[in-house]
C-alpha cells in the first residue's frame, strides 16, 4: 500500500482565521490525507521546522489578515535556506489575496493559491494530484533534521510495503526513553509540553524527540493536531514527529517500534512517545527501548470498579493524575494510591494539574524524569 | 452547577408564569378587567404619528386582541418595548423621530397630543409650548475602522464622522496588537497595520483619537481587541488622561470587547491561559464600573461565532451563556449586580439564516429573565443591549457588488430585531480593509433604510409579531434552552471550554456549511447560482500599509522605549508584585502604560501566568 500524501496546514503569525483551514483539514482528512495541522498564529520559523521535520510534501497556509505576500514569500525562501526547497507552498485567503497577488506570489516560488468560490473537493484533488509523488533528490546533508525526517519516512514507507527495516537493537547511551500514556482528554499532550518546557530551561543544551500519535481515520487520512496544543515544543532544540496509526490499533503505529530505534541511536537526551487516548486493556509499551512509563489519568475514570480493569496500572513506572483541580480529584488519588500500594512494585504517583503555569505536580514529575542529576 | 441550569429553570418558570397569568385572565374576572382596563389605557395614551403624506399612524402599534387572556399572554409574555422581558424592544421608542418634529409638520392639527403617561418625551426633550425644538436622536450607525498607523486611522474617523451629530468610533487593531506584540517583534514585519491599526504606547492612543473631544457626551469609542485588552484600557486612559488631565476619566464613554469566552471558543485572538485572562477581565470591569461609570468594559460577542461558521442557535445560545459565566464570576467577587449587569454590552452576527427573523429578539428575552430571577438585577441591568454587524461570512467575492443587497437585507433584519447600534460591512470585504467608495455605501445604507424609509422612524413594533416570526422565536427560544442544558450538563461554560464542545460544535457547523454551499442546498447568487461566466477580475482599491509606514511605526516604538527604559523597568516589577499578590492589577496596568509599551507589558505578564495554549 502505498504511503498516505502528507502536508503540513497552518495559518500566519497574527491571525486567528482558522475556520476555513478547520473544514479544509476535514475535507483532506476524508480523501485519505494526513494532515500535520499547526494551528493559527504561527511564525515562518516555526512553519518551517515543523515541515521539515514532520517531512511532508507540502504547506498549505490559510491567510485572512493580510501581509500574505511578504509571509509566504519568507516561507519560500527559509525552506530553500534549509534545503528543503523541495517542499511546497500552497494556500489560499478567500478574497484577500487577489488574482495580482498570486501571480507575484508564484513568481517568488509559491505553488498554487486556491481562490475564495474554490470548492474543497478541488482542493483535496489538487493536494492528492500533485503532492503525492515521491521525492527525486536525496535530503543534503548539511541539515541534520531534514536528514533525520527523510529517514523515518523511509522507515514508515517500508512499514507500509510490508519491509521490515532496522530493528530495536543497540541504542546510544545517552538517551532516556520515556513513553505516555493514557485515556483520551486525559491531558497528556499539555502535560508532555509542559515537562518539554522545564527541559528546555533547567538543561541547555539538552535534545528532545518526540513521537506523537493520531489516530488514522478508518479508511481514511489522519489529522495530526498534537504541534497546535504543544506550544513549547516548537523549538531547534526540539525534534518532534506526528505519526498516525496508519489501521494499527494500540495506540502506536506499525512503524514505531523502528522509529524508536532509529531515533534513540541519533543524538538526543530524551525521547519521547505519546500514544494516541487508550482504552482500559491496553499495554502499548513492549518495547525494551523503553526506560520509564508514565500512565496519564485524569479523575473522572467513573466508578471505583473500573480502576481495578485497567492493566497499564499494573506496569506503569509513574501513575500520573492530571487534572486535580477537578472535584473528584481527592477521592481519585486515595483510590489510586490505594491499588499501587496493592501492586507492590515501587511505582510512583503524582497529581498535576498541567494546564496550570508553573504547576508543582508537573515540577515534581520532571524531577522523576530527568536524568540531569544522574550523570 | 453553574448558575446556567438555574436560568434554563428561570426561564421555563417564567414561561409557565405567562401562562398561568392567561388563565388567570380568562377565570378570575377581576383579574381579566384589570387586564383589559390596562390595555386600553396603554392604547389611549399611544401618540399619533404623521406620514410625510399625512397618513396618520400610532407612535406604537400592538396586536388587535381584546381577550383578557391574550393581553396577559403580550403584556407579561412579549412585554411592550422597553419593558421586562423586553423581546419588543430595550427602550420604548428605539429608532423613531422624536415627535416634536412631526408634530410641527403642517398636519399637526388634530388632536394627537403626547399623552401623559410620557410616551411623547425621548431624550430629556420636553415640549415646552411655543416652538419646541427637538433633540435628534443620536444615530445607530456604527463603522468599525483602522488601518495602518494611527494617524492613518485618525484621518479615517474623520472623514467617517463629519456629518454625524454624535461622534462614535470603532476602531480595529491590527493582527500584531490584537495579540499583544510589538511593532518591533521578529517576524510581524508585513502585519504591521494590516487589517487594523498599529498601536504600541500610550503615544499611538493619543495620535488615533487627535482631534476628538474624549470626554464629551457625543464621543464614544469603541475598541475591538480582547486578548490584551486591559493593557489598551490603560493605554486609552493613560492618553485620555495625558490630553485632558485625569478628571477626564469619570466621563469617558465606550466600549471595549474584552470578551475572552467567545475568544477561546472561535477567534482564537487571547495571549493568556483562560483563568489569567478571566482575572485580568474581572480587574477591570471592577476598576472601571466604580471610576469610568458610562464605559463598557466588556462586549459579549456571538459575531466572532458566527463568523466561525455557529448556527445562529449557537451563535445566541453560547453568547448568553457566556454572558451569564461573566454575571457569575463578578457576583463570586463580590461586585454588586447593579454595579456591573448595567454595564454589560452584547454583539452579535446578523447573517441570512430564517434564524435572524427572531435570534436578537428571543436573546433579550432570556436575558432579561436570567438577570432579573437568578442573578437578582434591577431593570437597567436586565436590558441586553446589543451591537449587531452584518454577517462579513455571507459576502462572496464572486460578483461582489451583490453584497450590497445580501448587507441591506442583513440590516434589514437586525433593525426588526431592536438593534441598538449597527454596523453595515462594505462591499468589498471579501478583499480588503474597506475603501472610502464603499464604506460610505455601506453608511449610507442604514440611513436609507432608518432616514429615507419610513418602515422604522414612525411606529414601534412596525413588523413585531407576526405569526411566522413568532414560530421562529418558539423555535429558537427551545433550541437555545437545549443548548444551556448541554453546557450545563458538561460542568457550565468553564468546563465546556476545556472540554472543547463549543469549539467542535462550532467547527461542525461550519464544515456542514461548506458542504451545504456546494451540494446546493445553499444557494449563493453569482457563485453556485445564476454564475456569469464572463465576469471579470473585479478592480478594489485595496487599503495596504507601505512597508515605510511600517518601518516608521518601529523606529518610533524604538525611540519610545530608549527614552521609558528606566521607569519601563520599574513599572513592570511593580506589576509583577500585584500579579504575584494577588490584588487587583489594573492600577498597576494603568501606571505601567504610562511608559511601556503593550508587547513589555503582555510578555512580563506571559512570563508571570503563562501564554494560551490553542485548542484545535
Known amino acids: ?375 | 452547577m453553574s448558575k446556567l441550569g438555574a436560568v434554563v429553570e428561570s426561564v421555563e418558570k417564567h414561561e409557565k408564569f405567562v401562562l398561568d397569568q392567561v388563565k388567570r385572565a380568562r377565570t378570575d374576572e377581576n383579574f381579566g378587567r384589570e387586564m383589559t382596563e390596562r390595555w386600553e389605557k396603554i392604547k389611549a395614551g399611544i401618540p399619533t404619528s404623521r406620514a410625510p403624506t399625512g397618513l396618520p399612524l400610532p407612535r406604537l402599534a400592538l396586536p388587535e386582541i381584546d381577550d383578557a387572556g391574550e393581553i396577559a399572554r403580550y403584556l407579561f409574555g412579549d412585554g411592550l418595548p422597553g419593558e421586562f422581558p423586553y423581546l419588543n424592544g430595550a427602550y420604548r421608542e428605539m429608532y423613531l423621530e422624536p415627535l416634536e418634529e412631526i408634530e410641527i409638520g403642517s398636519f399637526a392639527k388634530d388632536k394627537s397630543a403626547p399623552s401623559a403617561n410620557g410616551h411623547g418625551k425621548r431624550n430629556g426633550a420636553k415640549p415646552n409650548g411655543a416652538k419646541p425644538k427637538a433633540q435628534l436622536q443620536e444615530e445607530p450607525t456604527r463603522l468599525f475602522s483602522g488601518l495602518m498607523l494611527a494617524e492613518d486611522t485618525n484621518k479615517r474617523f474623520h472623514f467617517l464622522s463629519a456629518h454625524q451629530r454624535s461622534k462614535r468610533l470603532s476602531t480595529a487593531f491590527d493582527g500584531p496588537t490584537l495579540y499583544g506584540i510589538d511593532s518591533d517583534a521578529d517576524g510581524v514585519m508585513g502585519k504591521i497595520g494590516e487589517g487594523g491599526v498599529a498601536v504600541d504606547t500610550v503615544e499611538d492612543m493619543v495620535r488615533l483619537y487627535d482631534g476628538f473631544e474624549l470626554g464629551a457626551p457625543n464621543f464614544s469609542a469603541s475598541m475591538t481587541i480582547s486578548g490584551p485588552a486591559p493593557i489598551i484600557m490603560a493605554m486609552y486612559i493613560a492618553a485620555a488622561k495625558r490630553r485632558f488631565g485625569a478628571k477626564v476619566v469619570p466621563n469617558l464613554r465606550g466600549t471595549i470587547q474584552a470578551d475572552i469566552f467567545k475568544e477561546v471558543q472561535a477567534q482564537n485572538e487571547t495571549i493568556f491561559p483562560t483563568e489569567a485572562s478571566l482575572r485580568f477581565l474581572c480587574d477591570m470591569i471592577e476598576w472601571t464600573t466604580e471610576n469610568m461609570p458610562r464605559w463598557y468594559p466588556v462586549s459579549i460577542s456571538g459575531y466572532h461565532i458566527g463568523e466561525a461558521g455557529s448556527t445562529p442557535v449557537q451563535q445566541a445560545a453560547y453568547t448568553l451563556s457566556n454572558g451569564f459565566a461573566y454575571a457569575e464570576m463578578l457576583a463570586a467577587r463580590g461586585v454588586p449586580v447593579d454595579q456591573f449587569a448595567p454595564r454589560l454590552s452584547f454583539f452579535l452576527d446578523c447573517g441570512l439564516d430564517v434564524e435572524y427573523i427572531a435570534l436578537s429578539r428571543v436573546s433579550r428575552k432570556i436575558w432579561a429573565i436570567g438577570m432579573r430571577d437568578v442573578f437578582g438585577a434591577s431593570p437597567r441591568g436586565q436590558m441586553f443591549k446589543l451591537h449587531t454587524q452584518t454577517s462579513g461570512r455571507s459576502l462572496i467575492a464572486a460578483e461582489f457588488k451583490n453584497n450590497l443587497t445580501r448587507t441591506a437585507a442583513e440590516l434589514m433584519l437586525a433593525y426588526m430585531n431592536g438593534t441598538n447600534s449597527c454596523h453595515s460591512n462594505s462591499a468589498d470585504e471579501p478583499f480588503t480593509t474597506p475603501s472610502e467608495e464603499w464604506i460610505r455605501l455601506a453608511a449610507h445604507g442604514q440611513a436609507i433604510l432608518l432616514e429615507e424609509s419610513g418602515i422604522f422612524k414612525h411606529t414601534m413594533n412596525m413588523l413585531s409579531g407576526s405569526p411566522g416570526m413568532k414560530a421562529v422565536e418558539r423555535a429558537v427560544e427551545k433550541a437555545i434552552l437545549d443548548e444551556f442544558r448541554e453546557i450545563e450538563s458538561l460542568g457550565g461554560v468553564m468546563g465546556a471550554v476545556e472540554n472543547r464542545y463549543q469549539r467542535s460544535q462550532i467547527q461542525n457547523a461550519a464544515h456542514r456549511y461548506e458542504e451545504q454551499i456546494y451540494d446546493g442546498r445553499r444557494p449563493i447568487v453569482g457563485l453556485t447560482r445564476y454564475r456569469d461566466p464572463n465576469e471579470k477580475p473585479p478592480v478594489i482599491e485595496l487599503a495596504r500599509t507601505p512597508r515605510k509606514r511600517q518601518e516608521l511605526q518601529v523606529n518610533r516604538l524604538k525611540k519610545f522605549k530608549k527614552a521609558n527604559a528606566g521607569k519601563a523597568e520599574k513599572a513592570l516589577s511593580k506589576l509583577a508584585a500585584v500579579v504575584e499578590s494577588g490584588g487587583n492589577t489594573f492600577p498597576a496596568l494603568l501606571e505601567a502604560a504610562e511608559v511601556c509599551s503593550l508587547g513589555q507589558i503582555s510578555t512580563r505578564l506571559q512570563d508571570l501566568v503563562g501564554r494560551f495554549r490553542p485548542m484545535v
Not at chain 1, 475556520?19 to 511564525?43: K, M, P, Q
Not at chain 1, 522507515?155 to 530493528?167: L, T
Not at chain 1, 500514556?181 to 533547567?202: S, W
Not at chain 1, 496509526?245 to 519521547?272: M, N, W
Open chain 1, 1 to 375: 500500500m502505498a504511503s498516505p500524501v502528507r502536508i503540513l496546514t497552518a495559518v500566519p503569525i497574527c491571525d486567528g482565521h482558522d475556520s476555513a483551514i478547520n473544514t479544509i483539514n476535514l475535507e483532506f482528512i476524508r480523501h485519505g490525507i494526513e494532515v500535520v495541522y499547526l494551528g493559527f498564529h504561527r511564525y515562518v520559523g516555526d512553519i518551517v521546522r515543523a515541515a521539515i521535520q514532520e517531512d511532508v510534501a507540502a504547506i498549505g497556509i490559510s491567510s485572512y489578515n493580510g501581509g500574505h505576500i511578504d509571509f509566504f514569500a519568507e516561507v519560500v525562501r527559509q525552506l530553500r535556506r534549509a534545503g528543503a526547497g523541495d517542499i511546497a507552498v500552497f494556500g489560499g485567503g478567500g478574497g484577500t489575496i487577489t488574482f495580482d497577488d498570486a501571480r507575484l506570489m508564484k513568481r517568488q516560488g509559491v505553488d498554487q493559491i486556491f481562490f475564495a468560490g474554490t470548492s474543497l473537493t478541488q482542493m483535496a484533488d489538487y493536494v492528492r494530484k500533485h503532492y503525492g509523488k515521491p521525492r527525486k533528490k536525496p535530503a543534503t546533508k548539511k541539515n541534520r533534521d531534514l536528514v533525520l525526517a527523510r529517514e523515518l519516512t523511509a522507515i514508515e514507507d517500508a512499514r507500509g510495503k510490508g519491509r521490515k527495516s532496522e530493528g530495536g537493537s543497540r541504542k546510544s547511551a545517552k538517551a532516556r526513553v520515556i513513553g505516555f500514556t493514557g485515556p483520551g482528554g486525559a491531558g497528556k499532550t499539555t502535560l508532555i509540553d509542559e515537562l518539554v518546557l522545564r527541559f528546555l530551561q533547567n538543561e541547555p543544551t539538552a535534545r528532545i524527540a518526540i513521537l506523537s500519535h493520531d489516530p488514522s481515520v478508518v479508511g481514511e487520512g489522519a489529522l495530526l493536531g498534537d504541534r497546535a496544543t504543544m506550544i513549547n515544543s516548537q523549538d531547534d532544540r526540539v525534534f518532534m514527529r506526528s505519526m498516525a496509526t496508519r489501521g494499527q490499533a494500540g495506540g502506536l503505529s506499525p512503524a514505531t517500534e523502528s522509529c524508536l530505534a532509529h531515533l534513540t541511536k541519533a543524538d538526543f537526551d530524551y525521547v519521547i512517545i505519546e500514544t494516541v487516548g487508550t482504552g482500559q486493556e491496553a499495554l502499548p509499551f513492549r518495547s525494551k527501548l523503553i526506560d520509564q512509563t508514565v500512565l496519564v489519568m485524569n479523575p473522572d475514570y467513573g466508578a471505583r470498579l473500573q480502576l481495578q480493569k485497567i492493566v497499564m496500572l499494573d506496569v506503569a513506572d509513574i501513575v500520573v493524575v492530571n487534572k486535580t483541580d477537578l472535584d473528584r480529584a481527592k477521592a481519585a488519588l486515595s483510590e489510586i494510591e490505594h491499588r499501587l500500594t496493592q501492586n507492590k512494585r515501587k511505582q510512583q504517583m503524582v497529581a498535576t494539574v498541567a494546564k496550570r503555569h508553573r504547576d508543582h505536580g508537573v515540577d515534581e514529575l520532571y524531577e522523576m524524569i530527568s536524568s540531569k542529576g544522574e550523570k
